[in-house]
């Protein structure tokens, strides 16, 4: 069964302070998504990561993915308010995406 | 441009009943999806339309589930004998092709009664 694990599921922390997100996932795809939600909103597309090593940064985020590894994580810099959200890692398995739970980010003033 | 649209907003129903929900991709987009997401989940892949055929269809939950692209733009997904676990938002996604970047629409909120 294809998994995708992402940890911790809830953060809270203050701004300013930097922490990063964790995508486990089980199948061998080398084609991963990182995603925002908002509460009652849509899915934002943030990055798009399509081979091993692939780097990506925009403003205080961001992501990397090692797939030998089957991991990618999400860097946050100097964190602030405006980044509060829940955050999903996506796997694309032909085509279809495979999710994580989501991490609820919580950033206080 | 425009991006993907869905229509209803929320949807509200009695357990039992018949409903249809509405998607319209970005113009050009030849790959069209369909997730649902229930409260504090990830979403969960339905089906995935390359034009006007299903191309996999893998994630239907039973056959009280369907949908269908006629002319390989707007897409619908019917849901019929509705039940309370049904009871999600159902988000349309779109894409220039199969594998490429997903767009979301706003999702449909279906609550069953």
């Known amino acids: 069964e294809l998994k995708v694990e992402q940890n911790p599921l809830f953060l809270s922390m203050q701004e300013g302070k930097n922490y990063t997100i964790y995508c486990n996932y089980s199948t061998t795809s080398d084609r991963l998504y990182w995603y925002r939600q908002d509460p009652g909103k849509s899915l934002e597309s943030l990055f798009v990561l399509l081979s091993n090593g692939a780097v990506k940064q925009e403003g205080r985020l961001m992501a990397s993915l090692d797939t030998k590894a089957r991991l990618s994580t999400l860097h946050i810099t100097a964190a602030v308010h405006d980044l509060s959200a829940t955050y999903f890692c996506?796997?694309?398995?032909?085509?279809?995406?495979?999710w994580g739970a989501g991490t609820k980010l919580i950033i206080k003033p | 441009g425009a991006g993907v649209s869905q229509t209803p907003s929320n949807k509200v129903t009695e357990k039992g009943k018949y409903v249809e929900l509405r998607c319209d991709p970005i113009?050009?987009?030849?790959?069209l999806y369909w997730y649902r997401q229930s409260l504090g989940q990830g979403p969960e892949f339905l089906i995935y339309?390359?034009?006007?055929?299903?191309?996999?269809d893998s994630g239907l939950p039973n056959d009280r589930f369907f949908a269908v692209r006629p002319e390989g733009s707007v897409s619908t997904l019917k849901i019929q004998r509705t039940e309370r676990g049904d009871s999600a938002v159902y988000l349309c996604?779109?894409?220039?092709?199969?594998?490429?970047?997903?767009?979301f629409g706003p999702g449909t909120r279906l609550t069953v009664t």
């Open positions: 113009s050009g987009h030849t790959a």
């Open positions: 339309f390359q034009g006007t055929g299903a191309a996999d």
């Open positions: 996604a779109s894409s220039w092709h199969g594998g490429a970047e997903q767009y």
């Open positions: 996506a796997v694309d398995e032909r085509y279809q995406l495979i």
